[in-house]
């Protein structure tokens, strides 16, 4: 069995702050993840991925995320947070990267960015 | 560039009618697509799976005789909601995969149900 925890259910930072969301995973193979974030009334856009490689993953808006087995970890990092970060973000998990792996998902942290 | 489309964006239904959403792979054919559901205050839950050259396969809580859903090419899927009621509200999402493993999702169809 898979499956994703996010212990965030919110986060509140003002704007220029940084902002980490924790991720742990727990699955006995190789994991695939991923973050992705849905913004108002919108579906889900694609942040980052990890494979394999480097556990520093960068993704797009000034994201990045890390990678860590030992700690069954994946959390989710920017330096610098803009109003408009202001979403809600999902990590995701993956058996593999195949036609046939579903996806599990965390229950997703919604970010508020005070300006 | 590779996109996939939901129809349609939005739609309010009565209660015990129902509702059928299309889900389109543009600029790539799709080796899977799965269908999720998010309801009001939770995360994404899969419906069903559908690969090609494979039966489609529902999760736990989810059946055919709910949800039937229609593969009948690399492209395209659909999905009906039959006989909606209120515990169904929610975004459906379709996420389609290609065969690099790149997985691609739809903006989303929302019920509404009254």
């Known amino acids: 069995a898979q499956s994703v925890t996010q212990p965030d259910a919110r986060v509140t930072v003002s704007e220029g702050a940084s902002l980490q969301l924790r991720c742990k995973y727990s699955?006995?193979?190789?994991?695939?993840l991923f973050w992705y974030v849905q913004y108002p009334r919108q579906g889900l856009q694609l942040l980052l991925k990890?494979?394999?490689?480097?556990?520093v993953v960068q993704g797009v808006n000034g994201f990045e995320a890390e990678f860590s087995k030992s700690n069954s970890s994946f959390h989710l990092r920017k330096a610098s947070v803009h109003w408009s970060d202001s979403a809600v973000y999902f990590c995701?998990?993956?058996?593999?990267?195949?036609?046939?792996?579903?996806?599990?998902f965390g229950i997703g942290t919604r970010v508020l960015v005070r300006p | 560039g590779a996109l996939v489309y939901q129809y349609p964006r939005r739609t309010i239904c009565k209660s015990g009618t129902s509702m059928r959403m299309e889900c389109q792979a543009v600029?790539?054919?799709?080796?899977?697509v799965a269908w999720y559901r998010q309801s009001p205050q939770k995360t994404f839950e899969l419906i069903a799976l559908?690969?090609?050259?494979?039966?489609?396969?529902?999760e736990q809580n989810f059946t055919q005789e709910k949800f039937p859903i229609s593969h009948p090419n690399l492209s395209f899927s659909s999905m009906t909601v039959l006989n909606a009621y209120l515990e169904d509200r929610g975004l459906y999402l379709c996420?389609?995969?290609?065969?690099?493993?790149?997985?691609?999702f739809g903006e989303g169809s929302k019920l509404t149900v009254l």
């Open positions: 995701v998990l993956s058996a593999g990267n195949s036609a046939g792996n579903k996806l599990t």
């Open positions: 699955y006995s193979g190789t994991p695939y």
């Open positions: 990890y494979y394999s490689g480097d556990p």
């Open positions: 600029g790539f054919q799709a080796t899977s």
């Open positions: 559908s690969t090609v050259n494979s039966a489609i396969k529902y």
């Open positions: 996420g389609a995969r290609e065969d690099t493993g790149q997985l691609y």
